[in-house]
């Protein structure tokens, strides 16, 4: 699936997608393309595991408490996140 990232839409993390907490952030594993990544702070995990209890990626960074300052730093990376196959878009039921 190829669509535009949209911080105003509800994201999930991907049912294919496991993370791992550490120290610094988490490691994240993807069971279908067998790839490794980081999330490089906790910020960012609490991000990613929050999306599916909010209605856009905004409401999911402002529950993690990402300050206004980092949020660009933060819609680059999930958007990058969202590219990867890490997030995906929640389907309109």
């Not at 190829?2 to 999930?12: A, G, L, M, V």
């Not at 988490?26 to 790839?35: I, S, W």
């Amino acid at each position: 699936m190829t669509s535009e990232f949209d911080p105003d839409r509800p994201y999930r993390r991907s049912p294919s997608v496991a993370l791992r907490p550490e120290p610094f952030g988490a490691l994240v594993y993807h069971f279908g393309t067998r790839k490794l990544s980081f999330l490089k702070t906790p910020e960012l995990v609490e991000v990613v595991t929050g999306l599916e209890r909010h209605s856009s990626v905004h409401g999911a960074m402002e529950a993690a408490g990402v300050d206004a300052a980092q949020r660009p730093a933060y819609l680059k990376a999930l958007a990058g996140l969202a590219e990867a196959g890490t997030i995906e878009p929640v389907e309109d039921a």
